[in-house]
């Protein structure tokens, strides 16, 4: 039950509506339509793990029940195409950011050709200077003394992502 949670929490981390693009929301509509042909405006909660495998994620069931009773909170057995949105972006981003670190880890490969895992700070300066021309030498040495704040000279992958990602970790 746990390891059920624990995808539940994964899934819902930081994950808006808002956040899918006009294709997603269409895909997304067009699934929903297919399982509501009557046009009632809702689904039966009993079809989204046949959507959502439709749309390439296969979840066990008790997974999928912990999902349904989230996004139905009244306990109706039925779900408007606004929640199953809401649920189906829980997905849909996951699989972007999935995407996005495949990217990253592809992109750090390239720029660490010895295999050693780091890439030095020098590599990352001609870098971030490809991505933003706009940044200034202050504004790179300010990123740069931030990443590697050990002074080694040498950014791993996790630091990588931070710089790419904006993450804070």
Known sequence: MLRHMSLVARNTKNVDRDELTKEQIELLRNAFNAFDPE???????????????????QLDDATLADIIAEVDEDGSGQIEFEEF???????LVEED???????????FRLYDKEGN???TTGVLREILRELDDKLTN?????????IDSDGSGTVDFDEFMEVMTGGDD
């Open 138 to 146: 202050d504004d790179l040495d300010m990123m740069i003394e931030e």
């Open 85 to 91: 949105t809401t649920l189906a972006a829980r997905f």
């Open 39 to 57: 046009k009632n405006g809702y689904i039966n909660t009993a079809m989204v793990g046949t959507i959502l495998s439709m749309l390439g994620h």
């Open 117 to 119: 895992g780091y890439i």
């Open 97 to 107: 950011a999935e995407a996005m670190m495949q990217e990253l880890k592809e992109a």
